[in-house]
């Protein structure tokens, strides 16, 4: 099992706010897009025993990490991970075909400042899709908000990652709320997090 240090210090906070949505004893369907080394699922399938948890990745290492803790915890409501490549089209993703279009949450961390135009696209797209009607889109990260980044170390971070890839860097939460809306989600809430991130929540209409 794979263990990222950031990991471990925000998936409590990523806990509550989505305790915000739903409540310990819903029976719910959650799709998560880059599910990284699985620390996060594990630790929101231990918190709500009736639903259903669908991890997925691209990275052989992530996948293998993500099994290793679905079979360290038991966590009989984790789906196995599946490989999704969030640039390919959302029909070629390998989901169950009982799951396509019935997710209730479909969650994402700290993947939209490190993708590619392709990959954010990929990702309104397909959660406008693949959510029900009522359902959650909930992206964590750090953002530029109204054309505005702070602190100064995230501004500092922003140009450090437009200086590895031209692509990547903090988006600003007006083009998300815009690109949102182009895929039938609206903006519901922007909820403060630990060490300057956010969390964006949208709805499905």
Excluded at 8 to 33: G, M, S
Excluded at 39 to 57: G, K, M, R, T, W
Excluded at 90 to 100: P, Y
Excluded at 140 to 159: K, L, R
Aim: include cysteine; aromatic fraction near 8%; charged fraction near 20%.
């Amino acid at each position: 099992m794979m263990r990222a240090a950031a990991a471990e210090r925000n998936k409590q906070a990523i806990l509550e706010v989505i305790q915000q949505y739903f409540k310990a004893e819903d029976a719910f369907k959650l799709l998560e897009i880059s599910s990284g080394t699985g620390q996060h699922v594990a630790h929101l399938a231990s918190q709500y025993p009736n639903a259903i948890f669908q991890p997925s990745e691209k990275d052989p290492k992530c996948l293998d990490s993500i099994n290793a803790y679905i079979e360290h915890e038991k966590l009989h409501n984790v789906r196995p991970p599946q490989v999704i490549d969030v640039t390919h089209p959302v029909d070629s993703w390998t989901l169950d075909h009982e799951l396509k279009s019935e997710f209730d949450a479909i969650l994402n961390i700290n993947m939209i400042h490190i993708s590619s135009n392709a990959a954010v696209d990929c990702l309104f797209l397909a959660s406008g899709r693949l959510l029900k009607t009522g359902g959650y889109l909930l992206t964590y990260g750090p953002y530029s908000v109204d054309g505005t980044i702070s602190p100064e170390s995230n501004v500092n971070f922003d140009q450090m990652l437009r200086g590895q890839n031209s692509e990547w860097g903090l988006r600003d939460t007006k083009f998300l709320v815009e690109l949102a809306l182009k895929n039938g989600l609206s903006f519901v809430k922007m909820h403060d997090m630990p060490a300057n991130n956010k969390m964006l929540s949208f709805l499905k209409k």
